[in-house]
């Protein structure tokens, strides 16, 4: 590895695994530019002053408390785990999961109360074991390295503590859940003195900005539409919440054209409203970076 250079920032990514395919897009889309064959160790960026660390993702939150690095993106999941003291920057909106406790489906326990005197096997002790004092239920934690889903199975175990997306993988093992710990999903986290250090922090804000105007595109869609003059508060009626959208004359005096930023979520049922309120000609764009 190459020596730290003082003038350029280090983030820490997942080097191979479920964040890291996304973890790298983010930073593409945010303009970076930079090498990822194999994933060496460290790849430097050609158009920003940051240097990419490849490592495990248990290894990033104590990196970034240590200062090792001044950024990394990791499960807040793994970020709770380790205990490690980082500021978190920004929720990144992708690796999404609950961390649940799940019992076998036979299984008499239904509330958190009756995992009482019960053995408990996960990967996240520490999380687990928080949750039971706050909740003042005194179970057996069994650690484990990964694959909890088996431990009843084998009885190693009489309930699981561990991650969920889909939920199949319970299923599958005939397990479930009977408490959720904790709603992770991938987050930006920053080293503390990074932050207090004017042109370290200065560095990390605009890279900030960067990924923020890539995440905000990425929710929005942009709706372009024409309506009647007399139409017009009914349309904008359905555009509530947003800006004022920007309204254009067109060369029928009678007709407008609309244009506004829609949130994806919302997005098929505003569509539908639009075209109710007397809407047509409508165009959707997405759209590639958005800055507030
Ligand atoms: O090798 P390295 O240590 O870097 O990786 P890892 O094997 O420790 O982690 P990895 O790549 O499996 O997961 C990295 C991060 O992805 C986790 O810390 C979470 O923040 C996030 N994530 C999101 C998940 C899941 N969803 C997930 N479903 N991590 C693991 N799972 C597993 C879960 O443990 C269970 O075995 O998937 C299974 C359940 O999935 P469903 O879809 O069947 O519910
Ligand atoms: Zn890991």
């Given at each position: 590895m190459r020596g730290r250079q003082k003038d350029r920032l280090r983030i820490a990514l997942q080097s191979a695994g479920r964040l890291t395919r996304e973890s790298t897009e983010v930073l593409r889309h945010a303009g970076l530019e930079f090498e990822e064959h194999d994933r060496r160790l460290i790849a430097p960026c050609r158009n920003f002053e940051l240097d990419i660390l490849f490592v495990r993702d248990d290894d990033i939150p104590e990196y970034v408390q240590?200062?090792?690095?001044?950024?990394?993106?990791?499960?807040?999941?793994?970020?709770?785990?380790?205990?490690?003291?980082?500021?978190?920057?920004?929720?990144?909106?992708?690796?999404?999961?609950?961390?649940?406790?799940?019992?076998?489906?036979?299984?008499?326990?239904?509330?958190?109360?009756?995992?009482?005197?019960?053995?408990?096997?996960?990967?996240?002790?520490?999380?687990?074991r928080g949750f039971l004092s706050e909740q003042g239920v005194e179970a057996q934690v069994i650690q484990i390295r990964g694959g909890a889903e088996v431990a009843p199975t084998l009885d190693l175990a009489d309930a699981i503590c561990d991650l969920v997306s889909t939920g199949s993988t319970l299923k599958i093992n005939d397990l479930r859940p009977v408490a959720t710990l904790l709603e992770s999903q991938a987050v930006l986290v920053a080293h503390p003195s990074s932050l207090a250090d004017e042109r370290r922090a200065a560095a990390i804000r605009r890279l900030w900005v960067r990924i923020d105007a890539y995440l905000t595109a990425r929710r929005l869609r942009y709706v372009m539409l024409n309506c009647p003059r007399s139409a017009?508060?009914?349309?904008?009626?359905?555009?509530?919440?947003?800006?004022?959208?920007?309204?254009?004359?067109?060369?029928?005096?009678?007709?407008?054209?609309?244009?506004?930023a829609v949130e994806e979520e919302v997005f098929w049922d505003v569509l539908e409203r639009l075209k109710e309120a007397g809407g047509s000609d409508i165009l959707v764009l997405s759209i590639e970076k958005m800055m507030r």
């Open positions: 240590d200062g090792v690095v001044d950024l990394g993106i990791v499960g807040w999941n793994t970020v709770c785990e380790s205990g490690a003291r980082v500021e978190m920057v920004q929720e990144l909106a992708f690796g999404y999961c609950q961390l649940v406790v799940a019992v076998p489906r036979a299984s008499t326990a239904r509330s958190v109360r009756d995992l009482a005197g019960l053995r408990i096997a996960t990967a996240y002790p520490r999380t687990l017009l508060d009914a349309v904008r009626s359905v555009l509530p919440g947003l800006r004022s959208p920007t309204v254009i004359p067109l060369a029928d005096p009678e007709m407008v054209a609309v244009h506004a």
